[in-house]
Structures are given as structure tokens and as C-alpha cells.
């Protein structure tokens, strides 16, 4: 396959991922937002890995994901903790507590 069709996919990916990240007001489908993001980003840096021979972008595609996993690890913590606390999980509800 060519890089093309890698790279149209992962765009593709990224406005889906993008498009969530603006419309939706639930934290945990901005976080599923958030990775879709970041695995479109991961799918290019492995293309151009391929496309140049060299393994430096599969490594930086590991660094990627380990990141996203930590943000989950909070992300969900924290959503978690709100609603034990009966406190509001609407995000525009939450701009409104910072006083």
C-alpha cells in the first residue's frame, strides 16, 4: 500500500477525533476523542517509519501510547471521583466552578 492511503485514513481518523473533541460534553467521550486523535497521529508516524526504512517513528508511535494511557489512567480517575462526589460531569458545567 501506498502512504497515501495511510495518511487519508488517519486524517480522516483525526477530524472524526476532532470533531468529538468539539461537540460532545461528556469527559469520557472527549477522552475517546482524545485517542482516536492520538492513534491517527501514531498511524502517520509509522507510515512515514515504513515509508523511510527506519524504525525512530515506531519508537516515538511507543512514547505516544504510553502517554495516552497515562491520560486515561487520570482522565477516568478523575471522572470517576466526580461522580462518587455527586458533582457535576458536564464539561460546560465544570467551566462554570472556577470560581
Same mark, same amino acid.
Given at each position: 500500500?501506498? !502512504? $497515501? =492511503?495511510? &495518511?487519508?485514513? /488517519?486524517?480522516?481518523?483525526?477530524?472524526?477525533?476532532?470533531?468529538?473533541?468539539?461537540? #460532545? #460534553? /461528556?469527559?469520557?467521550?472527549?477522552? &475517546?476523542?482524545? @485517542?482516536?486523535?492520538?492513534?491517527?497521529?501514531?498511524?502517520? &508516524? +509509522?507510515?512515514?517509519? #515504513?515509508? =523511510?526504512?527506519?524504525?525512530? $517513528?515506531? +519508537?516515538?508511535? !511507543? !512514547?505516544?501510547?504510553?502517554?495516552?494511557?497515562? @491520560?486515561?489512567? +487520570?482522565?477516568?480517575?478523575?471522572?470517576?471521583?466526580?461522580?462518587?462526589?455527586?458533582?457535576? +460531569?458536564?464539561?460546560? @458545567?465544570?467551566? @462554570? &466552578?472556577?470560581?
Amino acid at each position: 500500500m501506498a !502512504i $497515501g =492511503w495511510y &495518511l487519508t485514513v /488517519s486524517a480522516l481518523v483525526f477530524c472524526i477525533g476532532a470533531a468529538g473533541v468539539m461537540t #460532545r #460534553r /461528556s469527559p469520557l467521550v472527549i477522552l &475517546l476523542c482524545l @485517542e482516536l486523535m492520538l492513534n491517527a497521529a501514531n498511524l502517520d &508516524l +509509522i507510515a512515514f517509519s #515504513r515509508m =523511510w526504512g527506519n524504525g525512530d $517513528g515506531q +519508537i516515538f508511535a !511507543i !512514547i505516544v501510547m504510553v502517554v495516552a494511557a497515562c @491520560e486515561v489512567c +487520570i482522565g477516568l480517575g478523575l471522572v470517576v471521583a466526580m461522580f462518587r462526589r455527586r458533582l457535576p +460531569i458536564d464539561v460546560d @458545567e465544570m467551566r @462554570e &466552578l472556577h470560581g
